[in-house]
């Protein structure tokens, strides 16, 4: 593959980064932009099933589409695979699971929906196109510690992830919308369980690509989650008296 386009890519990856520093400043000028701070108004909105489901599908959908429209020549290697179908399964779980188990979510701002969705397409293709067609590993690069650490870490972080999301949804019953005092797992520790999972599932896979495209996704979500994560903790602390007070913002026991 020419030069110029692993160029391009680590062009893409360090924008990447910078989206996040970005992304992370707009939210906090902003005050977030959906969930629980969107005030009712008249804007557009997206209900919370179509939004989720539709906006992560290129994460999903332009990979496929990657691999298929050229010659994958790198996937024929072991580790390349296994990397792109880490990334894959996330966002099979994200897009084609998540949506459809949300209760009472609120809806998503269209101006959200069109970031998150264009997000979702760079995103997409950056890994895609890095993993098929650029990354280099040496043979026996699946039995590297970077390669196992970062595997466990991106799967226990998927877990946390996913178990810390079903704790969040079971607060509410069947058509209700109210906000709950999350309990059990990692939210005895922290605000963010869900969050906190998220950001280990892809630390673990840029270590496991040992890659600035994969460490600079761990960046954009590390800068948004944190922030995002600050803000939860700062309205619980507001809005409930009785809210755990030793409970940490993002990082058990740390942060
Ligand atoms: N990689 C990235 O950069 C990135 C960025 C954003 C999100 N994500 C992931 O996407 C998933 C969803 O993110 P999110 O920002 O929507 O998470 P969130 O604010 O924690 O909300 C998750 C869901 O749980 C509900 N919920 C949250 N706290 C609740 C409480 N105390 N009581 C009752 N229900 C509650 C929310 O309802 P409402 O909608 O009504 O608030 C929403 O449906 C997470 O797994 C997150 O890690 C990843």
């Given amino acids: 593959m020419e030069p110029a386009e692993r160029f391009q890519l680590d062009v893409l990856a360090y924008l990447q ?8 400043l707009a939210l906090v000028l902003a005050d977030s932009v959906y969930g629980r701070y969107t005030s009712p108004g008249p804007d557009l909105r ?4 179509a939004a989720w489901a539709l ?21 024929r ?3 390349n695979r296994i990397l792109l179908a880490m990334f894959l399964v996330h966002y099979a ?6 949506p459809f188990l949300i209760r009472g979510g609120k809806p998503v701002p269209l101006l959200t929906f069109v970031l998150a ?10 890994q895609s196109r890095y993993l098929s067609q650029h990354a280099v590993y040496a043979d026996d690069w699946v039995t590297d510690p970077r390669f196992l650490v970062g595997f466990c870490l991106w799967l226990i972080g998927m877990l946390v992830n996913i178990h810390s999301d079903h704790i969040l949804r079971n607060l509410r019953k069947p058509g209700e919308t109210g906000y709950k005092i999350p309990r059990g797992g990692l939210f005895e520790y922290v605000t963010a369980a869900n969050y906190f999972g998220e950001v280990v599932e892809w630390c673990g896979y840029g270590l496991a690509s040992w890659s600035i495209q994969g460490w600079a996704f761990a960046f954009f979500t590390f800068c948004i989650l944190l922030t995002r994560a600050q803000q ?24």
């Avoid at 997206?46 to 099933?49: E, H």
């Avoid at 779980?93 to 998540?98: A, E, K, N, Y």
């Fill in 17 to 24: 980064c910078a989206m996040g520093l970005l992304g992370s």
């Fill in 93 to 98: 779980q994200r897009s084609l699971i998540f």
């Fill in 117 to 126: 969705s264009m997000f979702c397409v760079y995103n997409g293709y950056l």
């Fill in 77 to 79: 290697r072991a580790p």
């Fill in 232 to 255: 939860h903790h700062q309205w619980y602390l507001e809005k409930f008296e009785d809210y755990p007070k030793l409970r940490k913002i993002i990082i058990p026991f740390l942060f």
């Fill in 46 to 49: 997206v209900p919370a099933r």
């Fill in 55 to 75: 906006q992560e599908l290129p994460s999903l959908a332009v990979p496929l589409w990657v691999c298929a429209r050229t010659a994958a020549e790198r996937l």
